[in-house]
């Protein structure tokens, strides 16, 4: 069973950057597919990003496209998300995590592996 930790959160002032990581425990990490999600208080989450088992592939929601980018380093059971021109908006617990299948996957409930979840504060 794989286990997921994420790491990299903080307070950022709008137009600031934060690398989120994503530690996996376990020898199968490279089979998952692996998302970031996040979610604000009384609402939903909502999904990020999410990246093919073997990286050659990512999708993004259109609100981050071009300013977030997700990448993996299987080497080291770890996914990034570099976020980049950070809003107020982008201020949320961000999620990592890991899906069975080739992917990339975007529902979130097919995910069946979930982090603690890191916070990311932008200030205006």
């Known amino acids: 069973q794989v286990q997921l930790v994420e790491s990299g959160g903080g307070l950022v002032q709008a137009g600031g950057s934060l690398r989120l990581s994503c530690t996996a425990s376990g020898r199968t990490f490279s089979s998952y597919s692996m998302g970031w999600f996040r979610q604000a208080p009384g609402k939903e989450r909502e999904f990020v990003a999410t990246?093919?088992?073997?990286?050659?592939?990512?999708y993004y929601t259109a609100s981050v496209k071009g300013r977030f980018t997700i990448s993996r380093d299987n080497a080291k059971n770890t996914v990034y998300l570099e976020m980049n021109s950070l809003k107020p908006g982008d201020a949320d617990i961000y999620y990592c995590a890991a899906a069975g299948g080739y992917g990339p996957v975007t529902n979130q409930y097919e995910y069946a592996i979930w982090g603690q979840g890191t916070q990311g504060t932008v200030s205006s």
């Open positions: 990246i093919r088992w073997s990286g050659g592939s990512t």
